[in-house]
Nanobody, 123 residues
Framework: VQLQASGGGLVQAGGSHGLSCAAS????????MAWFRQAPGKEREFVAG????????GYADSVKGRFTISRDNAKNTVYLQMSSLKAEDTAVYYC?????????????????WGQGTQVTVSS
């Protein structure tokens, strides 16, 4: 089982950027997925989650209204569209597959993790 996150890079503050995470090895269409991030010296934090069928989504207060999570079960892929980026959004972003069909904000609820992709927002 592999989760391959891609799309990280250097972005200017106020700009937009998208991440994607493709799963391989098995299908995850029955499980919720999420994005977490970890900045240097900080704990990994929940960014956004999406239920197994995309019917329910949730966001951290810090990104609500700026980030959008979506998924394409036919492609076994989850996406994170980020806009109005701020310097404090700089972090390594990780995608993860939940143990259940509904998303959870706790990292220990996730079984599979991607390798992380760096997003750096320059001010």
């Amino acid at each position: 089982v592999q989760l391959q996150a891609s799309g990280g890079g250097l972005v200017q503050a106020g700009g937009s950027h998208g991440l994607s995470c493709a799963a391989s090895g098995r299908t995850f269409s029955r499980y919720a997925m999420a994005w977490f991030r970890q900045a240097p010296g900080k704990e990994r934090e929940f960014v956004a989650g999406i239920s197994w069928n995309g019917g329910s989504t949730g966001y951290a207060d810090s990104v609500k209204g700026r980030f959008t999570i979506s998924r394409d079960n036919a492609k076994n892929t989850v996406y994170l569209q980020m806009s109005s980026l701020k310097a404090e959004d700089t972090a390594v972003y990780y995608c993860a597959v939940c143990l259940w069909a509904t998303y959870n904000r706790r990292p220990d609820a996730y079984r599979y993790w991607g390798q992380g992709t760096q997003v750096t927002v320059s001010s």
